[in-house]
């Protein structure tokens, strides 16, 4: 059973990063795909575009195994998703590539993560 789900608010991602609780607030604008494929498995496909992209990078890097606490309102009912999930498998793609050319391109980052949730 796949539940598609769209966000009426950012995602707010906390994780523990050098003892420390910090958090990573994604606008609901770079939210590409957030579904629930089952009660307890979430995918969310982040587009993110700008100066902001190595935020991103630094946020999710090295991520695999860790718990991150989510935070989001389910666009139309309005229901509220906050837990905490553990990441599974995360796909990073950076783009477009450098260039020497004056119109630069601004950074792109293509996110994939797949998560479990922890309290099922």
Known sequence: ?????????????????????????????FVKDFHFSSEEHLMIMLRVVGPDTTKVIDFFEDGEGELFDLKTIEDGMGKEISDEFLLVYMYI????????????????????????????
Request: proline letters at 9%.
């Open 93 to 120: 793609d950076e783009g477009p590539p450098l260039s020497v050319d004056i119109d630069i391109e601004n950074p792109i980052v293509r996110v994939i993560l797949d998560f479990q949730r922890k309290n099922v």
């Open 1 to 29: 059973m796949i539940v598609l789900v769209r966000v009426s608010k950012p995602i707010t991602f906390s994780r523990e990063l050098k003892d420390f609780k910090t958090d990573l607030i994604v606008p609901k604008d």
